[in-house]
């Protein structure tokens, strides 16, 4: 049974918009996945959203679910390849079915230890093919640790990235250069922003905290505020 609907500000089940020109779509996942991100899109590519699997109050004890509210009607599918079973999503009414996590993307903090910059474009070839915006390349974490902000446009991915400190070689030829292996650069994914407009909303004043100490836990709070995890760059 889907997630009962209650009223605003209430804890526990979401609210569920059906009203005469939307609907409502219920993914059951495994309590493993849950906080991690599933993405859903309509199969005219018209429609991309998602949205992080939670544990919610059911009949029958908690209940581990992706809920998507106010989808216009039409055929979803998980956006992970345009592959697997199909959704219809009816106005005025809740669809429901169960996944088993092919189609989830890694947490939106990336998962439990990020990933080299190599595995990260590898996973999606949209990636690397992508446009970028970066957002700067010395936030700051309390520590002092210094990381770089960038948006993939075609995923809408706002990730974060660590370089590790390397010392700088001369060659004997006296050129300079610093050898850094890809496994060393670590990215971590922190939410999935729409579009530009979306992404200026939200980081709105962000030239003017980059590179303050502590920078890193204002975008923290930005992301919190828009609905999105908190920010740990712990594992980077």
Same mark, same amino acid.
């Given at each position: 049974m889907a997630p009962e609907a209650r009223a605003e500000g209430t804890r526990g089940a979401p609210v569920l918009s059906l009203g005469p020109g939307s609907g409502a779509l219920v993914l059951r996942a495994p309590a493993s996945l849950e906080g991690r991100q599933l993405e859903i899109?309509? +199969?005219?590519?018209?429609?991309?959203?998602?949205? %992080?699997?939670?544990?919610?109050?059911?009949?029958? *004890?908690?209940?581990?679910?992706? %809920?998507?509210?106010?989808?216009?009607?039409?055929?979803?599918?998980?956006?992970?390849?345009?592959?697997?079973?199909?959704?219809? +999503?009816?106005?005025?009414? +809740?669809?429901?079915a169960a996944v088993d996590g092919a189609?989830? *993307?890694?947490?939106?903090? *990336?998962?439990?230890?990020?990933?080299?910059?190599?595995?990260?474009?590898?996973? =999606?070839?949209?990636?690397?093919?992508?446009?970028?915006?970066?957002?700067?390349? =010395?936030?700051?974490?309390?520590?002092?640790?210094?990381?770089?902000?960038?948006w993939v446009e075609a995923t809408g991915e706002?990730?974060?990235?660590?370089?590790?400190?390397?010392?700088? %070689?001369?060659?004997?030829?006296?050129? %300079?250069f610093v050898h850094l292996p890809t496994r060393e650069v670590r990215v971590k994914v922190l939410a999935r922003v729409p579009d530009r407009l979306e992404l200026e909303r939200l980081l709105a004043g962000w030239q003017d905290q980059m590179g303050r100490p502590g920078g890193l836990g204002w975008l923290s709070g930005r992301l919190v505020a828009a609905g999105h995890p908190p920010v740990s760059a712990s594992d980077l």
């Open positions: 899109r309509s +199969v005219d590519d018209a429609v991309l959203v998602h949205t %992080v699997v939670r544990r919610w109050p059911g009949g029958g *004890g908690p209940v581990a679910a992706a %809920v998507f509210c106010e989808l216009a009607p039409g055929t979803y599918r998980l956006a992970q390849g345009h592959r697997g079973p199909a959704f219809e +999503v009816g106005a005025g009414r +809740v669809t429901e189609g989830c *993307g890694p947490s939106p903090g *990336g998962g439990p230890s990020g990933m080299d910059i190599e595995e990260f474009y590898a996973a =999606d070839p949209r990636r690397r093919a992508s446009a970028e915006v970066e957002l700067g390349q =010395d936030w700051l974490d309390e520590s002092g640790r210094r990381f770089e902000l960038s706002l990730y974060l990235m660590s370089e590790p400190v390397e010392p700088a %070689v001369e060659d004997p030829l006296g050129d %300079v």
